[in-house]
């Protein structure tokens, strides 16, 4: 068990609909990067959160935000979506800002839109 | 560059033997190269990792090595259990982007 919750485990829905996916952190780390994982394009990081502020961006679609809160839990908002954001969404948490430091991941969310 | 390149994309041993996997990498300033195991329906957990100031770095069964000057570096499991059949990804840090750059993963399949 790595301590990163992501919840929900999976989520069904259709295209233009909208989805939050939650993720609470490590207990003592302060970032939360976001990733997505699809069979064509491998693990793909969106973007970085440390200590409630954006610190680094990634490929991330304009469409797709999130945000972190005061208690370090992170949110991954994702609009409009099309078919091809089903993926697993993967949310890790490390104890400093740097990303060359231990990420731990959490389960996933498995999007699915039909 | 971004880019990691992986391989094999897969990869079968017998119980027992050694395994090893190679990843390349295109950014000179890469410093980290962590290595992830994934289990089906989990997330990726980290195994080992290695920093560029070291040139091996070995835990138990599983070891790393990396050489800067090619700029690749390989993850080597000894003595394979059947509990080591998973995927496996490499990552490199790439300085500019400020994030973690992943391999397109290998699985590994150790046949009893």
């Known amino acids: 068990d790595s301590g990163v919750t992501q919840t929900p485990k999976h989520l069904i829905t259709a295209t233009g609909q909208r989805v939050t996916l939650r993720c609470s952190p490590r207990s003592g780390d302060l970032s939360v990067y976001w990733y997505q994982q699809s069979l064509d394009q491998g693990l793909q990081f969106l973007i970085q959160y440390y200590n409630g502020e954006e610190r680094a961006k990634g490929n991330i679609l304009e469409r797709f935000s999130a945000q972190q809160f005061p208690d370090l839990h992170s949110e991954l908002n994702l609009s409009s979506l099309e078919l091809g954001d089903s993926a697993l969404y993967f949310c890790?948490?490390?104890?400093?800002?740097?990303?060359?430091?231990?990420?731990?991941f959490g389960d996933g969310t498995r999007l699915s839109i039909l | 560059g971004e880019n990691v390149e992986q391989h094999p994309s897969t990869l079968s041993v017998q119980e027992g033997d050694s395994a090893v996997i190679k990843c390349t990498y295109s950014?000179?300033?890469?410093?980290?190269f962590p290595w992830y195991k994934q289990e089906l329906g989990k997330g990726p957990q980290l195994i080992i990792d290695?920093?560029?100031?070291?040139g091996e770095k070995k835990d138990q069964r599983i070891a790393v090595t990396l050489n800067k000057t090619a700029k690749h570096f390989s993850l080597h499991i000894t003595e394979t259990q059947p509990e080591d059949s998973a995927v496996y990804f490499c990552?490199?840090?790439?300085?500019?982007?400020?994030?973690?750059?992943f391999g397109q993963g290998t699985r590994l399949t150790i046949n009893p």
């Open positions: 990552a490199a840090s790439i300085q500019g982007a400020q994030k973690l750059v």
């Open positions: 890790a948490s490390s104890a400093g800002p740097g990303f060359h430091q231990p990420q731990h």
């Open positions: 950014d000179s300033a890469s410093n980290y």
């Open positions: 290695i920093r560029s100031n070291v």
